[in-house]
């Protein structure tokens, strides 16, 4: 595996220090974004970060695939044809909250 360098900025979390990486290290380690893990001092300068991914079912990886897909279909269509949009309205809400009040889940 090729050695990857971000730079890192100090950020204020809550009451809490932190550091924030830039929009790379997501797009390239996506699996990493919600991680745990442990900062090892080094030496002054010197940071060691380890991190644990959280494991995902199967089930999961092919669900949040699928959502991608379809999210990735949908965008496409919206570019080609952006007059087709339609604006969600409390009738279409009102009238999907009918057609699943009798709808049960296992």
């Known amino acids: 595996m090729t050695s990857k360098s971000y730079p890192i900025s100090p950020a204020k979390i809550g009451n809490q220090d932190g550091f924030r990486l830039p929009r790379a290290f997501s797009k390239d380690y996506p699996h990493l974004v919600s991680a745990s893990g442990q900062i090892e001092v080094l030496d002054e300068n010197t940071l060691l970060v380890r991190l644990e991914p959280e494991s995902k079912t199967e089930d ?42 009798d709808v049960g889940l296992d």
Request: aromatic share 4%; proline share 2%.
């Open 60 to 101: 999961e990886e092919t669900e949040n695939l699928m959502m991608s897909l379809f999210l990735d279909t949908l965008m496409k269509e919206v570019m080609k044809e952006p007059s087709s949009l339609v604006s969600y309205t409390e009738e279409m809400s009102r009238e999907i909250d009918e057609l699943l009040a």
